[in-house]
């Protein structure tokens, strides 16, 4: 079955990167997506890989994805303050259009 | 910028008793969805919802739970006797096709005493 692992806090200097970690099982996987939870808010689409990419770049964001490994990471340049939210990951497997997600990963930036 | 709106924001319940969580999901949207957040873990899938009825459900939505689309804008989530393991955060989400960006509720916090 599906699993999705991820580490529950990251703490960073503003001004420094952050790189969230996410690991997955199952090799199915179609999509991968980041999403980013604020305070009191719903998750939010923040940024996706297709299975068959390395690599995706969005302004600071940076996405890699290891197949091999199973491994996909999410890069934040220049991190903010603003930065500071819940980070999950979540995998599409092939024939489902249902994320599986992980636990999240707390982001805290301090100055 | 349409949203989704869930409310309320926090219900507090005694275990046995029935509670409905209401979601608001973006008007052009036809794909309605719960999730469940409990403390701690990870975000789960509970049950898909397209043109009237259920499209998909995970084994967590058992029988004490229900999905309904009272009128053309409100989707709820009822569960039925609540149980203590039932406390968490409920999401709901909405998109306006099945493979289309789902976006997600603030939440509702369910507290089970």
């Known amino acids: 079955g599906e699993d999705v692992e991820q580490s529950l806090f990251l703490s960073v200097r503003e001004g420094d990167s952050s790189v969230i970690n996410c690991t997955y099982t199952?090799?199915?996987?179609?999509?991968l997506y980041w999403y980013k939870q604020e305070p009191g808010a719903g998750l939010q689409l923040l940024t996706y890989?297709?299975?068959?990419?390395d690599m995706k770049q969005d302004q600071r964001l940076t996405v890699l994805l290891n197949k091999k490994d199973k491994h996909l990471s999410l890069r934040i340049a220049d991190t903010q303050t603003g930065d500071s939210a819940i980070y999950f990951c979540?995998?599409?497997?092939?024939?489902?259009?249902?994320?599986?997600f992980g636990r999240g990963t707390s982001l805290i930036v301090h100055p | 910028e349409p949203e989704v709106t869930q409310t309320p924001s926090h219900q507090v319940t005694q275990m046995g008793q029935e509670v409905i969580l209401r979601c608001v999901p973006i008007?052009?949207?036809?794909?309605f969805y719960w999730y469940r957040q409990i403390l701690g873990q990870k975000v789960e899938f509970l049950v898909s919802f397209y043109n009237n009825e259920i499209s998909e459900k995970s084994e967590i939505f058992d029988d004490q739970f229900s999905v309904e689309r009272p009128d053309g804008s409100n989707f709820t989530l009822k569960i039925r006797s609540t149980k203590l393991e039932d406390s968490a955060m409920y999401f709901c989400?909405?998109?306006?096709?099945?493979?289309?960006?789902?976006?997600f509720g603030p939440g509702t916090r369910l507290t089970v005493l």
């Open positions: 979540a995998e599409i497997l092939g024939g489902s259009y249902i994320p599986t």
């Open positions: 890989i297709f299975s068959n990419m």
């Open positions: 199952d090799s199915s996987s179609t999509y």
């Open positions: 008007s052009n949207h036809l794909y």
């Open positions: 989400a909405s998109s306006e096709g099945q493979g289309n960006e789902q976006f």
